[in-house]
């Protein structure tokens, strides 16, 4: 993780000279002098701090973040604390210090997410209410129950839902190893791609409507091919073959008797030979 700024430490070998000082020496040497040699000698002393709040933050994380950066965050969060640090309060350091290194660490888990904490908040709010709805209503939620429930009107409900939406966004450079394999394994190299297509299935989908539309005339193929393929309406359909809507919705009822009284013969025939 690249640095935010000078830290001052010079070193990361403690100081021989300074090996016989206690921590009390330090810290009245420090107040005194200010000398970075003995922050260093401070930030040595209370490392295992940083490192204990690392290690419980990072247990409640996803793989993708790396104890190492906390740790660094810490560090800041350490060094911070001891330049701030006043003795006559009266407050050990230990307890001084714990939350301005968890408070650094926090900011830099922030800094990694791309969603706002608004955003997170929305998706969260959602998500509650959805759960209470389910359990009430024993089924799915329909939006204006949800809108309702969060007493918003359809506009800013959509709006929260947009939101919700994308805190389920993930990086593509996302790993997602499973199992003991050492190869990195990311959500790019497992996601599937929309657009290939199945070759078994294309011509499968291609003897399907070659079958449904053999024997038909012209206008009754491009009936089934813009109704069930292109998903067009029947007053849509009556448009482009220049047919009114009932004449089309009455050749569509023709074409769907014929095809299956074909389907059936079909059938038995499937069924003799086998």
């Not at 430490?9 to 206690?22: E, F, N, R, Y």
């Not at 000398?35 to 247990?59: F, Q």
């Not at 394999?181 to 011509?203: F, G, H, M, T, W």
Request: charged share 35%; aromatic share 6%; glycine share 4%.
């Amino acid at each position: 993780m690249p640095s935010k700024r000078t830290t001052g430490v010079t070193g990361s070998k403690p100081m021989k000279a300074d090996q016989s000082l206690d921590i009390e020496q330090i810290w009245h040497l420090f107040h005194k002098t200010h000398e970075d040699r003995y922050r260093n000698l401070l930030m040595e002393h209370y490392e295992t701090l940083v490192r204990y709040t690392a290690e419980r933050l990072h247990a409640k994380l996803p793989d993708k973040v790396e104890i190492d950066d906390l740790m660094s965050a810490g560090i800041f969060g350490l060094m911070d604390a001891i330049d701030a640090y006043d003795p006559k309060r009266g407050v050990k350091f230990e307890t001084y210090c714990a939350p301005r290194i968890k408070g650094a660490i926090l900011d830099e888990l922030r800094s990694m997410d791309w969603v706002p904490r608004l955003v997170r908040a929305r998706a969260h709010q959602v998500a509650k209410a959805t759960h209470a709805l389910e359990l009430n209503l024993g089924r799915k939620p329909e939006e204006e129950e949800l809108a309702q429930e969060l007493n918003v009107d359809m506009e800013e409900f959509n709006r929260l839902q947009r939101d919700a939406k994308a805190v389920g966004l993930v990086s593509l450079s996302t790993r997602c190893n499973e199992g003991d394999s050492d190869k990195d394994i990311c959500e790019i190299d497992v996601i599937k791609d929309q657009r290939s297509e199945d070759p078994l299935i294309e011509a499968q989908k291609r003897d399907l409507k070659n079958l449904l539309t053999k024997g038909l005339s012209r206008a009754e193929r491009l009936i089934v091919v813009l109704y069930y393929y292109e998903e067009m309406t029947m007053k849509e359909i009556g448009a482009t073959l220049d047919l009114s809507e009932s004449r089309v919705s009455q050749m569509h009822s023709s074409i769907v008797a014929r095809l299956k009284a074909h389907l059936t013969t079909r059938k038995r025939e499937f069924a003799v030979q086998s």
